[in-house]
C-alpha cells in the first residue's frame, strides 16, 4: 500500500470493508427473512434451501472479520523492539500450526538454508502463514508442492516462494496485492495485502512474478539487520 496519503488510503480500505460485510450481512437478513415467511407456509424444500443461504452468509462475514482483525495487526507492527529471528524457525513453525491443512490436500513443503533478519517474530510469521495458505487455497489439480528458498542481496536477503497452482496471469501481479482482490471466491481478498503491509513495514517490498510454464511465484525482500531496516 502507499503509505504517501495515509488518509486516504484507510478511508478507501475501510469502505470497501464496510461493503463486503454489509454485503453478507444482508445476504443473511434477507434469507432470514425468507425462513419465517416458508417456515410458515411450510415450503420445507425452501426453508432447506434458505438455511444453506445463511449459512454460507454467516461463514463469509467470518472470514471478513477474520481478515480485517489479520489485516489489523498487521498494521501495528513498528520497528522499534526489532530482534533477530531465524526465518527458518518461524517457517517450521507455520508449517505445524497448519499441519492438518496440509494433511487434507496433501501439501508439501520443502526449503533450503534460510536465514535470520531482523523483524518482529510475530508479523513474520504471520506472513509465512499467509504465503503458504495462498498457496494451498490456489492449487490446481495436483496436491500442492510448496518450495521456499533464500538468496543474500548484500545488507537484504531476497525470499522465494513457489508452487505448482495455476500462477498469476501478468495484468493481475499488482492487482493481487491490494485489498480485497479476489482471484477466486472465498476468501477476503486480504492475505497478500497483509503480506505487503508486514514486508514494507519491515524496509523491504514484496511481489509477484509470472512464470511460463506455470505456477506462482512470490518473492520479498528483508534487511538482514537493524542498521539495514533504520536506512530504509
Keep these: 500500500m502507499d503509505h504517501s496519503n495515509p488518509d486516504q488510503e484507510i478511508s478507501q480500505f475501510l469502505l470497501r470493508a464496510c461493503h463486503d460485510v454489509r454485503a453478507a450481512a444482508r445476504g ?18 425452501d426453508v432447506e434451501q434458505r438455511l444453506g443461504f445463511v449459512v454460507e452468509g454467516a461463514r463469509k462475514i467470518d472470514v471478513l472479520l477474520d481478515g480485517l482483525a489479520a489485516y ?8 522499534r523492539g526489532f530482534q533477530q529471528v531465524r ?19 496433501g501439501a508439501e513443503v ?6 535470520s533478519v531482523s523483524g518482529n517474530a510475530d508479523r513474520l510469521m504471520q506472513l509465512w502463514e499467509q504465503l503458504l495458505r495462498n498457496a494451498v487455497a490456489h ?21 522465494t516462494v513457489l508452487d505448482n497452482g495455476p500462477g498469476v496471469e501478468e495484468e493481475s501481479l499488482d492487482a493481487i496485492f491490494k485489498p480485497f482482490e479476489h482471484l477466486q471466491p472465498g476468501g477476503a481478498g486480504l492475505g497478500l495485502a497483509i503480506c505487503r503491509e508486514i514486508v514494507q513495514r519491515h524496509g523491504g ?15 520479498f525482500t528483508l534487511p538482514a539487520n537493524q542498521a539495514a531496516v533504520n536506512g530504509a
Design 87 to 105: 526465518m527458518d524457525v518461524l517457517l517450521r513453525s507455520v508449517m505445524a500450526r497448519l499441519k492438518k491443512n496440509f494433511d487434507e490436500c
Design 72 to 79: 489489523s495487526i498487521a498494521l501495528q507492527t513498528e520497528r
Design 110 to 115: 520443502e526449503y533450503g538454508p534460510l536465514p
Design 139 to 159: 492449487r490446481g489439480t495436483a496436491a500442492p508442492r510448496i518450495s521456499v528458498s533464500a538468496d543474500e542481496l548484500g545488507e537484504a536477503w531476497q525470499f
Design 28 to 45: 443473511v437478513r434477507t434469507h432470514s427473512e425468507l425462513l419465517l415467511r416458508d417456515a410458515g407456509a411450510n415450503k420445507l424444500s
Design 205 to 219: 517490498r514484496i511481489w509477484a512474478e509470472a512464470r511460463p510454464g506455470g505456477g506462482g511465484m512470490f518473492r
